[in-house]
């Protein structure tokens, strides 16, 4: 299972909060951060930005019997401030079963865009998304 401490450990990151790992890798810094839990059902983004770039992808792992289904989502925003486009999902939709994990593939957060992770728990229907990493 990918938990937030899992992924501390496995990459060999130090915390900087509660809510955020952060790692140098080459020219970027990659932070694991912005999640959402289901009771056995979670979900975060890892964002990774250098002076010119900004990638994200969303993380998903199931335990203790749960079975859920994840997706990346994306809201952009135009120059004056109004909502050029609003939360919509932007990769496929991933299926973690009981200690199984998933994760999509990198995607370009834009300009005056963020992303965001929703999960939800298939046997209650409980559903949730994390906050916007911009």
Known sequence: MFTLATAAL??????????????????????????????????????KTNDTNSDIKGKFDAANGSTCTAWLE??????????????TRVSDVYSVQSW???????????????SRVCIIRVDTGERGCSKGVW
Do not use: F, M
Request: charged share 10%; glycine share 10%; with cysteine.
């Open 74 to 87: 994306r809201k952009r925003y135009n120059p004056d401030g109004s909502v050029q486009q609003d939360w």
């Open 10 to 47: 496995l990459v060999g990151a130090t915390a900087t909060s509660a809510n955020a790992v952060v790692q140098q890798v080459g020219n970027y810094a990659v932070q694991i951060t912005n999640g959402v839990s289901l009771s056995y059902c979670h979900a975060y983004t890892e964002n």
């Open 100 to 114: 199984t994990a998933a994760e999509t593939g990198w995607h370009w957060n834009g300009t005056n865009a963020g």
